[in-house]
Antibody, heavy 120, light 107 residues
């Protein structure tokens, strides 16, 4: 049974870099069947795809965030990470990691989400 | 980018009633469309993929239809646990986007 768990600071200062890690358990990340993804949800708002990474390291980002975001993977640790730089209050959100299964073109496993507040 | 527009924004219904939720894409996404259910304080849950396929464990009262630009999620008879927010999502050559959501609330 696959599980994903986000970890990282819950408070980040404006202009600094938000860094989160997702640990995957119950399955290997070394598979061409999935994209490992980050999604966020601002308070009271809908879902926003940040980007995803393939096990090979290929990345795909939301064009609106592409200039500030980097997603990386460490398959040996079954972890993948997101860095979002130059954050502002608009980046305050719950951040989810999720697995997109290519065969269904949908996110079938999600982490519980971790809230991140950008404030001085 | 493909913009997904969901309507109505809010649907007020009673348990046992039929719910019909719509999602319209700004360009054709074929059947690369999924539906999710989200309850307060929880992560979204995949309900439907490829427009009409139920995900594992999803009750048969949930069904999806459509292709191209117009899609529908139908809940045949609302159970108390179905009152939640529903999102559509597409993945295509133009990236990945979510709709703004439809809230199904108790009337």
């Amino acid at each position: 049974h696959v599980q994903l768990q986000e970890s990282g600071p819950g408070l980040v200062k404006p202009s600094q870099t938000l860094s989160l890690t997702c640990t995957v358990s119950g399955g290997s990340m070394n598979s061409g069947d999935y994209y490992w993804s980050w999604i966020r949800q601002r308070p009271g708002k809908g879902l926003e795809w940040i980007g995803y990474i393939y096990y090979s390291g290929n990345t795909y980002y939301n064009p609106s965030l592409q200039s500030r975001v980097t997603i990386s993977v460490d398959a040996s640790k079954n972890q993948f990470s997101v860095k979002l730089n130059a954050v502002t209050a608009a980046d305050t959100a719950v951040y989810y990691c999720a697995r997109l299964t290519i065969a269904v073109a949908g996110f079938d496993y999600w982490g519980q989400g971790t809230p991140v507040t950008v404030s001085s | 980018e493909v913009v997904l527009t969901q309507f109505p924004a809010t649907l007020s219904l009673s348990p046992g009633e039929r719910a019909t939720l719509s999602c319209r894409a700004s360009r054709s996404v074929s059947t690369y469309l999924a539906w999710y259910q989200q309850k307060p304080g929880q992560a979204p849950r995949l309900l439907i993929y490829y427009a009409s396929n139920r995900a594992t464990g999803v009750p048969a009262r949930f069904s999806g239809s459509g292709s191209g630009t117009d899609f529908t999620l139908t809940i045949s008879s609302l159970e108390p646990e179905d009152f939640a927010i529903y999102y559509c999502q597409q993945r295509s050559n133009w990236g990945l986007t979510f709709g703004g959501g439809t809230k199904v609330e108790i009337k």
